[in-house]
């Protein structure tokens, strides 16, 4: 099993928009970002963006209307409500 930590975005990203596109880390590897619009599957591992890091989250549940917020479980256990810029581990 592969456990990921949180991934630093390199200054100067896509990162901060709500669109989609390709990113790059801080190590130089490319990463497609899906919008914070395009919802993400539910119980899947996932890379969500905060603050200009990739940080590891499950989607919990489904949601009403698309526009909802969603929630997500980090893997400390915390749960953060939101719409994020998402991709795959």
Do not use: Q
């Not at 899906?34 to 599957?41: D, E, I, K, T, W």
């Not at 996932?46 to 909802?68: M, W, Y």
Request: aromatic share 6%; charged share 15%; hydrophobic share 35%.
């Amino acid at each position: 099993m592969t456990t990921v930590t949180a991934i630093p975005m390199k200054p100067g990203n896509v990162s901060g928009s709500e669109g989609s596109g390709n990113a790059t880390t801080r190590h130089g590897e490319s990463v497609w970002i899906n919008s914070n619009g395009v919802l993400p599957p539910v119980d899947c591992p996932l890379l969500i963006e905060l603050s200009n890091v990739l940080v590891p989250a499950t989607r919990t549940g489904f949601i009403a209307k698309k526009t909802d917020a969603m929630e997500y479980r980090l893997p400390n256990g915390a749960l953060i409500h939101g719409r994020y810029r998402w991709t795959y581990p």
